[in-house]
């Protein structure tokens, strides 16, 4: 590798949420043990820090980097930029690739100067990288070192033969957010129950547009006041735009009733101060139900919610997980709460997981009705991308007939330390599929 400095990172609803959804949960985070897995840590886009001893990025960076997928993810090609003057100049290409063979990494270069160089090299641990680079003479010429702080965060050293530094460079993830890709927090729910503050700023380096939260509780938002979280959210340039809520059916009585609206108004007003753009709710009382006398209780208060929202400047949207493709009286569930609620007021926003898991095709349901489906949360049974078994690139070709406004990218069957995970997930929808 050459020099890159030289070339000048609840409630019992929510608990019976966890049960719905954790189904799919396998929170097994296997360590990364092959060499072509940890290469695609270097996947994104990339600037340098201030110096090597810092995160800190400035807000005009010396140094850009963009590796981009080629291969079916298994090498990228490298286009390293330096700023000179007004502008930035290309300093430097590679194609770095995993070879099965030797189980190796390779890369081949050329720098501006016109000088190339092959390097070979591995991952020493999951976290360390090292390549040694030779000219085309076949002369030793350098050794870099990669040491990934975190999956947003890695340190290059460059050392001549006689093992003196050379350079030493800080590269922070920097992922464009031009393709609005979002992120349902339950992806990562230890990781802001421990740390919101650092989560965040990893959701946002890694590309993140916007975040949908599920843990509405008291009037706050993980303990802190709607505006506290909104500034929380923003400081890391990111937005706070949508909410999965829970309030259940009220019982068959006026004060129920009264007592079920009023928080939703307190609901949406929190939701309103805190600048989201839509909510969600879910159900986990379909399996109880038996009619569909009982059924259309449920979508009247769907849209009397919907109807506060919509009067209140804020989307509503149902989500479904697996029951609602049961028939009650020859009837299938979700076909009939789309039919029976108000387009004006009730959107959906489709787990397609779910519905690959319940045998129904999304797209089906996004040619029959047309323009419902607000929002997608779009999961595997692995990683995101990574079973097979879901056309997601297929599904996007009908997010314009859905209605598609919002992709939300989740994930909860972890084969990988979960961040590892979140940043394929933004690299799959991002490279392959938006």
């Given at each position: 590798m050459m020099n890159h400095t030289s070339i000048k990172k609840f409630t019992i609803s929510i608990l019976l949420l966890f049960i719905l959804i954790g189904t799919n949960?396998?929170?097994?985070?296997?360590?990364?043990?092959?060499?072509?897995?940890?290469?695609?840590?270097?996947?994104?886009?990339?600037?340098?820090?201030i110096?090597?001893?810092?995160?800190?990025?400035?807000?005009?960076?010396?140094?850009?980097?963009?590796?981009?997928?080629?291969?079916?993810?298994?090498?990228?090609?490298?286009?390293?930029?330096?700023?000179?003057?007004?502008?930035?100049?290309?300093?430097l290409t590679e194609l770095i690739g995993y070879d099965t063979k030797t189980d190796s990494i390779f890369a081949l270069g050329k720098?501006?100067?016109?000088?190339?160089?092959?390097?070979?090299?591995?991952?020493?641990?999951?976290?360390d990288w090292i390549m040694n680079d030779r000219d085309f003479t076949g002369k030793e010429t350098m050794t870099v070192t990669f040491d990934f702080?975190?999956?947003t965060d890695v340190h290059l050293i460059g050392k001549d033969p006689?093992?003196?530094?050379?350079?030493?460079?800080?590269?922070?993830?920097?992922?464009?957010?031009?393709?609005?890709?979002?992120?349902?927090?339950?992806?990562?729910?230890?990781q802001m129950q421990n740390n919101p503050k650092e989560t965040l700023k990893y959701l946002d380096r890694m590309g993140f547009s916007y975040i949908e939260t599920f843990v509405y509780k008291d009037r706050s938002f993980y303990g802190l006041s709607p505006l506290?979280?909104?500034?929380?959210?923003?400081?890391n340039n990111l937005k706070f735009t949508g909410s999965m809520t829970f309030y259940n059916l009220p019982k068959d009585e006026d004060q129920a009733w009264k007592n079920a609206m009023q928080w939703w108004k307190n609901c949406i007003a929190d939701h309103k101060?805190?600048?989201v753009e839509y909510l969600t709710i879910s159900n986990n009382q379909i399996k109880d139900i038996k009619t569909l006398a009982e059924l259309k209780k449920y979508t009247e208060y769907y849209n009397a919610i919907g109807k506060l929202c919509t009067e209140r400047g804020i989307k509503f949207a149902y989500h479904n997980h697996s029951d609602e493709f049961?028939?009650?009286?020859?009837?299938?569930?979700?076909?009939?709460l789309l039919e029976n609620t108000d387009p004006a007021y009730v959107g959906f926003q489709a787990d397609l997981y779910w519905m690959h898991f319940s045998k129904v095709d999304p797209i089906d349901y996004f040619k029959k009705y047309k323009h419902r489906f607000i929002s997608w949360h779009v999961k595997d049974y692995e990683e995101l991308g990574q079973s097979g078994k879901m056309d997601f690139e297929l599904y996007f070709k009908y997010a314009e007939t859905a209605g598609l406004k919002y992709t939300i990218a989740e994930v909860e069957a972890f084969n990988y330390p979960v961040w590892y995970s979140i940043n394929a997930a933004w690299n799959f929808l991002y490279f392959n599929i938006l």
């Amino acid at each position: 590798m050459m020099n890159h400095t030289s070339i000048k990172k609840f409630t019992i609803s929510i608990l019976l949420l966890f049960i719905l959804i954790g189904t799919n949960t396998v929170f097994s985070q296997m360590p990364i043990t092959e060499q072509a897995d940890r290469l695609q840590q270097y996947l994104g886009f990339w600037v340098s820090s201030i110096d090597h001893t810092t995160d800190s990025v400035a807000s005009i960076p010396l140094i850009k980097m963009n590796n981009y997928p080629t291969i079916d993810h298994t090498a990228m090609s490298v286009d390293v930029f330096q700023k000179e003057g007004d502008i930035y100049n290309h300093t430097l290409t590679e194609l770095i690739g995993y070879d099965t063979k030797t189980d190796s990494i390779f890369a081949l270069g050329k720098s501006a100067q016109g000088d190339m160089f092959l390097g070979k090299g591995e991952f020493t641990s999951k976290t360390d990288w090292i390549m040694n680079d030779r000219d085309f003479t076949g002369k030793e010429t350098m050794t870099v070192t990669f040491d990934f702080k975190n999956q947003t965060d890695v340190h290059l050293i460059g050392k001549d033969p006689q093992n003196l530094i050379l350079w030493q460079t800080r590269y922070i993830k920097k992922n464009p957010k031009n393709k609005n890709i979002g992120i349902q927090l339950v992806s990562v729910h230890e990781q802001m129950q421990n740390n919101p503050k650092e989560t965040l700023k990893y959701l946002d380096r890694m590309g993140f547009s916007y975040i949908e939260t599920f843990v509405y509780k008291d009037r706050s938002f993980y303990g802190l006041s709607p505006l506290a979280f909104k500034s929380l959210v923003e400081e890391n340039n990111l937005k706070f735009t949508g909410s999965m809520t829970f309030y259940n059916l009220p019982k068959d009585e006026d004060q129920a009733w009264k007592n079920a609206m009023q928080w939703w108004k307190n609901c949406i007003a929190d939701h309103k101060q805190a600048g989201v753009e839509y909510l969600t709710i879910s159900n986990n009382q379909i399996k109880d139900i038996k009619t569909l006398a009982e059924l259309k209780k449920y979508t009247e208060y769907y849209n009397a919610i919907g109807k506060l929202c919509t009067e209140r400047g804020i989307k509503f949207a149902y989500h479904n997980h697996s029951d609602e493709f049961k028939t009650i009286e020859n009837k299938v569930v979700y076909d009939y709460l789309l039919e029976n609620t108000d387009p004006a007021y009730v959107g959906f926003q489709a787990d397609l997981y779910w519905m690959h898991f319940s045998k129904v095709d999304p797209i089906d349901y996004f040619k029959k009705y047309k323009h419902r489906f607000i929002s997608w949360h779009v999961k595997d049974y692995e990683e995101l991308g990574q079973s097979g078994k879901m056309d997601f690139e297929l599904y996007f070709k009908y997010a314009e007939t859905a209605g598609l406004k919002y992709t939300i990218a989740e994930v909860e069957a972890f084969n990988y330390p979960v961040w590892y995970s979140i940043n394929a997930a933004w690299n799959f929808l991002y490279f392959n599929i938006l």
